[in-house]
Each structure stands twice: as structure tokens, then as C-alpha cells.
């Protein structure tokens, strides 16, 4: 689905961008099996999901971002042994760094900035 929103670049296309973004995870969904239960702290992942859209939409972020960001995030669950206590730390650098490829500059807060969103830890 397409941003309706102008882009913020001349000549950046980010509707385009967020398509192919969709469609490389749609192929690698297909083929790699994600078992999301399996996920370690899958209980609290739906909590940290809600908490990567809700910043998203405070720093007016695009789709593309907040959806690279889960990615990164579901990635990160997958592959790194995390405490509870680091889940946010975690999340609010998959958001900056989704961020810091799919936004400009500009629009990208501090690192410092990001955390005061959380108040958790």
C-alpha cells in the first residue's frame, strides 16, 4: 500500500521504497518459517510492537520506518540473548536505525531524545 504522504526529498519516491521493502520481507517470510511463540520474550514483543508505532507516529516517521524498524527488532529477538530489562534499549535502535536510512536527516531525533520516549528503564 502506498504512502499518501509527499515525499519530504525531491525525487525520492518513498512509496516505491516501501513497496520493495514489503515485498523483500514478504520473500523472506516465505522462506524462512518465523515462529513468533518460539521468539524469546515473545510474550512482551506485542507490548514492544505497539511502543515502536506509537514513537513512530510522535516523530512522524513513514510506514516504511516504523514497519523496518519491527523487522530489525523481530530480528534482533531472533538472534541476540536479551535481557528484559535491554528490550527497549533494543527497540529504540532498530527505530533509529531504521530511521537513519528511510527519513532524512532532519527528522531523525537524538539518540538521547529516542530513549526519553521510553520511560522504562
Request: charged share 20%; glycine share 2%.
Amino acid at each position: 500500500m502506498a504512502d499518501p504522504r509527499p515525499s519530504r526529498l525531491p525525487g525520492l519516491q518513498t512509496p516505491v521504497l516501501s513497496h520493495d521493502l514489503h515485498a523483500n520481507l514478504r520473500r523472506r517470510e516465505e522462506r524462512q518459517c518465523y515462529d513468533v511463540q518460539a521468539m524469546q520474550h515473545a510474550d512482551l514483543r506485542v507490548q514492544l510492537v505497539k511502543w515502536i508505532t506509537i514513537v513512530c507516529e510522535h516523530f512522524v516517521y513513514f510506514p516504511v520506518t516504523r514497519d523496518a524498524a519491527i523487522f530489525y527488532f523481530d530480528h534482533a529477538l531472533r538472534q541476540i540473548a536479551l535481557d528484559p530489562s535491554e528490550l527497549y534499549l533494543a527497540a529504540s535502535a532498530a527505530i533509529v536505525l531504521s530511521a537513519k536510512y528511510n527519513e532524512i536527516e532532519e527528522v531523525v531525533p537524538p539518540f538521547d531524545e529516542l530513549l526519553a520516549c521510553c520511560n522504562h528503564g
